[in-house]
């Protein structure tokens, strides 16, 4: 399946995380695939808000990983400084499909993600567009009635 949506500011963006938030189930792995400053952590961000989180959605480029507790934890990494081959040692691989899991840079490590992966891209149309192209299996389905 494949789901195109665009935004035109930060705060819809956020918005658009959050209407996929609040359908999850919690096993979900969401895989961003963006350039520096595209909005993968922007959508993160609005995504936990649909969780139910209150806590502020940092980056967590320099921890690698930041678990946030809610009705479903969300479990965020960033393999921006990663090797494919040091994925296992993030604790990423261990926790894949027992929370939600958001990773940005995913398409280092692709062959290591599940095969029922939200695949999120990012395109940088403009200073404020984004274009969302979102690739899942039918399974997946449930978290877009939202958006559509
Ligand atoms: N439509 C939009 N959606 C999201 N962010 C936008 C939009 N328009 C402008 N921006 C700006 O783009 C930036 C997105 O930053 P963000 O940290 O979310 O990106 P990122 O892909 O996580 O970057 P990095 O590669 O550094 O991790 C912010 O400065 C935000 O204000
Ligand atoms: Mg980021």
């Known amino acids: 399946m494949e789901i195109k949506v665009t935004t035109n500011n930060l705060s819809a963006t956020q918005t658009l995380g959050e209407l996929i938030g609040k359908n999850l189930k919690g096993d979900e792995t969401f895989a961003l695939v963006a350039e520096l400053g595209g909005g993968k952590t922007s959508f993160t961000q609005g995504l936990a808000r649909g969780l139910g ?22 479990h965020h990494f960033d393999m921006y400084r990663i090797e494919a081959s040091d994925a296992d040692s993030t604790g990423l691989l261990d926790i ?6 958001v990773v940005e ?4 490590i692709k062959s290591q993600l599940p095969d029922d992966t939200i695949w999120v891209t990012i395109k940088v149309m403009g200073e ?20 559509k």
């Open 53 to 74: 989180i209150k806590k502020i959605v940092i980056s967590p480029t320099f921890v690698l990983e930041r678990i946030y507790k809610s009705r479903h934890p969300l």
């Open 96 to 101: 894949l499909g027992e929370a939600v899991v």
């Open 105 to 108: 840079w995913a398409e280092k």
């Open 128 to 147: 404020n567009e984004r274009e969302f192209i979102f690739e899942y299996p039918e399974n997946r389905n449930y978290a877009f009635k939202n958006v």
